[in-house]
């Protein structure tokens, strides 16, 4: 019969203490011949990271043996890559939209690669076809079709997709969440990281040959996003309380949006296609949306300090505070108006009801200028919310379904929600996309979940040179 020894392992006994009968070769049965030893199976994948394409069609999930690609309308899983030998921790894994072409960073108890190495992985040939090196641990990356950027812990460099030619390099305060976006879209080409000083976003305008300094919050940023075309900027704070969005072009800001009262770690920020709403979770257990079809308002008033200096090719530079006169800042809510009766397609309520909650007591701002609750009394609190969200988590907006959102979490959750009514979101789907006996032990990395758990392991590389190699044979 089957039995569990002390170790846990299935173990062979026999019904009694007697020896087995004696039997001769020619009857020994077949069942003698099957015994095997048993050894104890393979531990199921740890997750290291998670992560969203540039549209936001598909994302990745980096693991301890391997990486793999969700599709998210429908759901599904579309590809995996397991590395069977020792080593196979990727940390992360940054798509390129849908092609073959995706950058991974090693991590994990055992990385595949090392930590302070960028590799260029093409699955159609299934290998690297290149590599960029540093002296320190890779924090981020992010790709288009003609950029490859990384971040480390205080500097980021910007090289040509092509050829991994080096474009640009900059310093940044310390940054160890690895900051960084930068725009899909191949009409403009916007990035954006900490700057020099805390609190500050240094914004690169490659086509207009510029780069501006904003002065975002008066302490460490904690997130930020740019939208699809880099024309919005959005950031919080490390205290989690408001999101403030800022027009890349001017640094004017825009809108200033309240996630709670209460101190917050941002996880993640996302515009959807229309830029009518964004979305924000955090490690309070909910994703708030907002709306923002009068984007043009300027919020409430905020300082911070921060400072860089223009380089390379760019011809100028500007520095510009969060706080903005509200002269030049005009609402467009007649064009919201209009875009929602003519695209039905689009994240708009027909009856234009899709507006944020304000608080009652604003008025008091009218008679008490100097109130210095003033500026939470006139704060813009979530149209709708998704509650109950166990985990670490990323959100997105689906682009082929108006009002949706999907909240994609570090324990290998996938939730879906409309949020139409406004309010409490209503739940659609709740999947798993780690199958059934390949569940998480071991989550790693507290922190945000598209950074994911870098730690142990090799790779620190503290003696090698910052360098590009792109691989005979490869592009």
Known sequence: MAALDSSGLESLTLEDSQPPPTQSPSKTTSKQHNFKSLSPPSPPPSLLFIGLNQDAGCFAAGLSNGFRIYNLTPFRETFRRTFTRAGGGVAIVEMLFRCNLLALVGGGENPRYPMNKVMIWDDHQNRCIGELSFRQEVKAVRLRRDRVVVSLLTRVYVYRFSDLALLDQFNTVANEKGLLALSPDSQSTVLACPSIGRGGVRVELYDARKNIIINAH???LGALSLNLNGSRLATASEKGTLIRVFDTATGQMLKELRRGSERA?????????????????????????????DDNEVGGSGSGSGSGSGSGERGSERKVGSSNSNANSKKNTNNSNSNSNSNSNSNNNDDNTNTNKKSALGIVNKFLPQNPLGSYFSSEWSYAQVRGIESCSICAFVASEPWTIVVIGMDGSF?????????????????????????????????????????????????????????????
């Open 265 to 293: 770690v941002i996880q993640s920020i996302a515009f959807n296609c229309e830029n009518t709403f964004l979305a924000c979770s955090s490690d309070k257990g909910t994703v708030h949306i907002f709306s923002l079809q």
């Open 218 to 220: 008066n302490t460490d």
């Open 415 to 475: 939730l879906r929600a409309n949020f139409r009514e406004g309010g409490e979101a209503v739940r659609q789907s709740y999947n798993r996309f780690l199958k059934s006996g390949e569940d998480v032990l071991n989550v790693q990395g507290g922190g945000s979940p598209t950074v994911g758990n870098n730690k142990g392991g090799q790779g620190e590389g503290l003696g090698f040179d910052d360098h590009a190699v792109l691989i005979e044979g490869g592009k």
